[in-house]
């Protein structure tokens, strides 16, 4: 569970259909994803992890945008 990975580990990988979204420590990982320590939800694993889900999700909204017809074609 991802209250047990925040316990007991010191550095994380989080992955996403074997994709890295993001690795380090719990503070890397926080700074990565402009989260806080302290409060309900801004420290912990788990809005880390879905905030990373969020970022690449709009990154692949983002490709989907720009990509040009030619490209689609192909």
């Known amino acids: 569970s991802l209250p047990l990975a925040e316990a007991v580990c010191d550095r994380l990988v989080v992955l996403d259909r074997g994709k890295v979204l993001g690795q380090g420590t719990l503070a890397d990982l926080r700074t990565q994803t402009g989260t806080e320590a302290g409060g309900v939800h801004g420290d912990s694993l788990e809005r880390i992890f879905f905030r990373l889900l969020e970022e690449e ?18």
């Open 57 to 74: 999700q709009a990154e692949k909204d983002h490709l989907k945008q720009t990509e040009t017809p030619e490209a689609v074609a192909q």
